[in-house]
């Protein structure tokens, strides 16, 4: 059995207030228990990780040190910004790996994580944290063992900078991660018309931006539970092309492709207000209208066992 919370699930940045109180206004961070597994994973560090390092003082601390496995999508500050906040790693006896990838070789996964947590940005130094941080950098892997019947594949995603997308599976049961992501497309010039267009490339860029969108569908195919990024709709997409994040209708449309069974819609524009939201869901929630995904939109506190 796993058992996944929602944290936070806005994209950008944290927007709390009035109009957010229903589906929440904290970045991005989910939470993943494995039945008969000490170890705590959690995917993504944003604002939302300072309620559950909360909740872990108060409910698992008192059982004994932490074992954690922090999961994160990609580096961008709104999926890392919360760690300094994350009270359990300033207690002696947790043990904390952080995993994830790292775009520019020359920083380290250590460094972008911890970068944040110097003197001109936060009182206390990294390097005074009293818990056992570790780093793993991560590429794109098939079935990770991880130990307890516990797997996990990761996938490149198509962003600005190093994203990958996990998919955890245990006992038959797959959870998926799909962000921040945007889709594939051509790059080259497909108008005829234009005096630089090139047939070659145009047909050999579109056969490219296929091929990648198929092992996307490919990588979440069947999973029980996908988390995908919908930051936009599709016409609020065409003046936000190349900013790395999906539209409601790609993420539906690739969710029944792939034989998804529940798709949880994800990465809240941070404008998107809580009456906004609920308009949308009639019309994308609405059962069947889409195929046979059941959609929702994720909300902050919500939990949903596997």
Not at 36 to 64: C, Q, T, Y
Not at 226 to 246: C, F, M, P
Not at 282 to 292: L, S, V
Request: proline share 5%; hydrophobic share 35%.
């Amino acid at each position: 059995m796993m058992k996944l919370k929602f944290w936070g699930v806005r994209g950008s940045i944290p927007c709390p207030g009035t109009h957010t109180m229903k589906y929440g206004g904290n970045g991005a961070c989910l939470e993943l228990r494995v039945e008969g597994r000490k170890e705590i994973i959690v995917i993504d560090a944003g604002s939302g990780i300072r309620e559950l390092g909360n909740a872990m003082m108060s409910n698992d601390l008192p059982n004994g040190s932490l074992k954690l496995a922090l999961y994160l999508s990609h580096t961008h500050w709104d999926h890392i910004m919360g760690f300094p906040y994350f009270t359990p790693i300033y207690v002696p006896g947790t043990a904390l790996t952080v995993h994830g990838p790292v775009t520019y070789e020359d920083d380290p996964l250590k460094d972008v994580v911890g970068g944040q947590m110097k003197y001109r940005y936060f009182p206390i130094n990294v390097s005074e944290l009293a818990s056992d941080i570790t780093y793993s950098r991560l590429r794109e892997e098939p079935d990770v063992d991880l130990g307890g019947g516990l797997s996990l594949t990761t996938k490149f995603l198509n962003h600005p900078i190093t994203s990958l997308g996990y998919r955890f599976e245990h006992e038959g049961k797959v959870l998926c991660t799909c962000y921040d992501h945007e889709p594939y497309r051509n790059l080259f010039i497909t108008d005829p018309d234009h005096p630089e267009y090139d047939e070659a490339m145009a047909l050999e860029g579109e056969e490219v931006a296929k091929e990648q969108n198929l092992a996307v569908e490919d990588f979440f195919n069947g999973a029980d539970l996908l988390i995908h990024d919908s930051q936009y709709t599709a016409k609020e997409y065409k003046s936000r092309v190349n900013w790395g994040h999906s539209t409601f209708e790609h993420a539906i449309a690739a969710a029944n492709r792939a034989g998804v069974k529940k798709l949880a819609l994800f990465h809240h524009d941070p404008d998107r207000t809580d009456a906004q939201i609920d308009e949308m869901a009639k019309t994308y929630c609405a059962p069947g209208e889409f195929g046979d995904t059941e959609v929702f939109f994720a909300t902050e506190g919500t939990e949903i066992v596997l």
